[in-house]
């Protein structure tokens, strides 16, 4: 019996993917979408793949490397946009995909909104600071331009300055509206920036972006995030003239000076030469009136201060009749005070005692007063030597009887020396009798001359304690330890008191 199912077409995988592609091109072609931009990534094969959503439903779209230079716009998530493109399926997925070939902007509202979106996030960053703004340089050597090489801007600034006053112009040719052209004003406006003051090139005085008017997406380039980060970060003062007097981009926001017109922005980079010619006449003209009257002033002064001086030549003649006067009274009033002062001299002359007499008074006292020491002298050294061989005496007599003590104690301990307390008692006794017999000998002249002394005696027997007393040939008597020299005085007492023998 045949199998029902055989009257049931069969296909492989391939041919109903084939088909359902057809199905797909075939029944839609070329359409336009509308929808928001989520999951937007970017491949290094340079392809763009992202989704487009609405409320009840998503589509899978792909933007191929070669379509991405045509595509309009730059692909971001969150935006809603109108893409162009025709629908077909991917076998290997089993899914369909819109193929875009270009990208619009869903309408001025999406557009505004994300405008004002990026003019916040900047504002908060400080992009549009008005303390970052700079002054326009007031006659600028060379004026940079870009726009669009053709079209009518770039004549009218051309023809605008060459009317106000003939400058240099620096032209960066650079698209304003499609694809690409965001990134190639930005690239123009770093170039300028970049150059370097006295190079090949010349670095200009003041930068005019400009462009003519046209729909929001035609001034969309302007609105460009990294357009306005170039003109806030531009070294040079940039002037903005993009669109007509009510459009408004971002860049204006950046730049430092806003003009409603491309013509309006030459008339603002540079003065009008006549302007400048009659605002300096009429300077000069008020310099001039200043100057006369600051001259008719000080003039005035002058004579008042001529009429208050007094009779120059006649003060000079009296102050030279005081000074004749002076000097005629300074030549007389010299040798009356020389004659003064040598009156004075004398006076204190004779008030003065006789100094000679005084040194001989003085002298003779002296005299005096050594002889009198001389003759005093011997008296008083044969009492001290009295004295002195008494003691002498005294001290051999206690010697000897400490003598006859010390044979005398050992007589009697000597029997009873060997018993030990006695024999410590005689150690003490002789011990002390050590003591008392050096303190009599270092009383002793004796043991004075021992130590190299000596005493020196006239021929009587008296001291001499003085070179002064010695005279030369004086018989002189030396006393040593062993004994005693005689001696003849060679001269009298030297510079340093030695004896010359």
């Not at 046209?214 to 357009?227: I, Y």
Request: hydrophobic share 45%; proline share 6%; net charge positive.
């Amino acid at each position: 019996m045949d199998d029902p199912r055989s009257n049931i077409p069969e296909f492989s995988v391939s041919e109903i993917s084939g088909a359902v592609k057809r199905t797909l091109e075939g029944a839609f072609g070329r359409v336009r979408v509308r929808g928001e931009l989520t999951e937007v990534k970017r491949y290094p094969s340079g392809h763009i793949y992202f989704s487009l959503k609405d409320e009840g439903g998503k589509l899978s779209a792909v933007v191929w490397k070669s379509a991405v230079s045509r595509l309009g716009m730059q692909p971001e998530n969150g935006v809603e946009v109108i893409a162009q493109g025709k629908i077909s399926s991917y076998g290997d997925r089993s899914s369909y995909q819109l193929i875009v070939e270009r990208m619009d902007y869903a309408g001025a509202g999406a557009l505004l909104a994300r405008i004002e979106a990026l003019r916040v996030r900047l504002a908060e960053e400080g992009v549009f600071d008005a303390a970052r703004k700079r002054p326009l340089p007031m006659l600028p050597v060379v004026i940079g331009v870009v726009t669009s090489p053709q079209g009518a801007v770039i004549q009218d600034i051309r023809t605008t300055i060459i009317r106000r006053f003939p400058r240099a112009l620096l032209i960066w040719p650079v698209p304003v509206q499609g694809e690409g052209a965001a990134a190639l004003i930005a690239a123009a406006i770093n170039g300028f920036s970049a150059l370097p003051a006295g190079g090949s090139v010349p670095r200009p005085d003041v930068i005019i972006v400009a462009r003519g008017g046209g729909s929001l997406e035609d001034l969309m380039a302007f609105n460009d995030e990294a357009v306005v980060r170039a003109a806030a970060a531009c070294s040079i003062p940039l002037i903005s003239a993009v669109g007509h007097e009510t459009d408004t981009t971002l860049i204006d926001f950046a730049s430092d000076r806003r003009a409603p017109t491309p013509t309006a922005a030459a008339e603002m980079a540079i003065p009008a030469r006549a302007e400048l010619l009659a605002d300096l006449l009429q300077k000069a003209a008020r310099l001039n009136g200043a100057l006369g009257r600051i001259i008719g002033e000080r003039r005035l002064r002058l004579q008042r201060a001529e009429r208050g001086l007094p009779d120059l030549p006649s003060l000079a003649g009296a102050a030279r009749q005081r000074l004749e006067d002076r000097a005629a009274r300074l030549d007389l009033a010299v040798p009356n005070l020389l004659a003064a002062r040598r009156a004075a001299l004398h006076r204190a002359e004779r008030g003065l005692p006789d100094l000679p007499a005084l040194i001989t008074a003085a002298r003779a006292a002296l005299a005096d007063r050594g002889l009198r020491l001389r003759l005093g002298l011997p008296n008083v050294v044969t009492a001290r030597r009295g004295r002195l061989t008494l003691e002498a005496e005294r001290l051999r007599s206690a010697l000897r009887h400490a003598t006859a003590s010390r044979a005398a104690l050992a007589a009697r301990v000597m029997p009873r020396l060997t018993e030990a307390p006695m024999r410590a008692r005689l150690r003490e006794a002789h011990a002390h009798l050590a003591g008392l017999s050096a303190r009599l000998e270092s009383v002793s002249h004796k043991a004075v001359l021992a130590r190299g002394y000596a005493m020196v005696f006239d021929p009587r027997g008296t001291p001499i304690t003085r070179a002064e007393m010695v005279k030369p040939g004086a018989a002189l008597r030396i006393d040593f330890a062993d004994g005693e020299v005689r001696a003849t005085a060679a001269g009298g007492a030297t510079r340093q008191g030695a004896l010359p023998l």
